[in-house]
């Protein structure tokens, strides 16, 4: 049910930005992202790595710290952007998953349209049933709770995000960025 209605949610959440005047404010921005590579680090013949991802991103602005008063001062939760996405894969065993999630990224400034910058994730994860439903923890009912840690390179509207997923392996993704 819920793999049939993700092609509804993220459409949903491509044409919001455009009929959601007074939704998004200055400074928001919407990744839209899909795997260029996969790996597993104990690689099995049933395997898949190819994820066919489709991920949409929401990132919140900026915090404004001229304008934060804090009588300790600042500190680095305040550079804290907040997120929020839905993630459409094939997962390792060509089962269409669902990952819905919010999460914090914090970046490092390297040029005026570059940063490199690390995110964590934390959300459910809907999609590995069957004989592979034991394959992730806590996987009751086929959603199971999950946190993926990330690092990323954006540059310009540019993004390149590698994102180890447990102890199966890893992916890059490439994105685009609407702002």
């Known amino acids: 049910m819920l793999a049939r209605l993700t092609p509804l949610v993220l459409s949903g959440a491509l044409i919001l930005p455009v009929h959601a005047e007074g939704v998004f404010t200055q400074g928001d921005a919407l990744l839209l992202q899909t795997s260029l590579w996969t790996v597993h680090y104990s690689p099995e013949p049933e395997h898949n790595n190819h994820q ?6 929401w990132l919140a602005p900026k915090t404004d710290l001229t304008e934060l008063q804090r009588p300790g001062g600042l500190d680095w939760r305040d550079e ?9 894969f ?5 089962q ?5 999630y919010g999460g914090g990224r ?6 005026p349209q570059t940063q490199a910058y690390v995110k964590v994730t934390a959300g459910l994860l809907h999609g590995y049933k069957d004989e592979y439903r034991d394959k992730i923890p806590f996987n009751r ?6 946190i993926l840690p990330a690092v990323g390179l954006e540059y310009h509207r540019l993004n390149l ?3 180890p997923f447990g102890t199966a392996g890893a992916m890059v993704n490439l ?5």
Do not use: M
């Open 90 to 94: 094939d997962n390792s065993f060509s």
């Open 161 to 163: 995000e590698l994102i």
């Open 175 to 179: 994105g685009f960025y609407l702002r």
């Open 106 to 111: 914090y970046d490092f400034p390297l040029q």
């Open 52 to 57: 066919k991802l489709l991920n949409v991103e």
């Open 80 to 88: 804290v952007r907040w997120l929020a996405g839905v993630a459409s």
């Open 96 to 100: 269409r998953s669902t990952y819905v």
């Open 141 to 146: 009912f086929e959603i199971a709770p999950a």
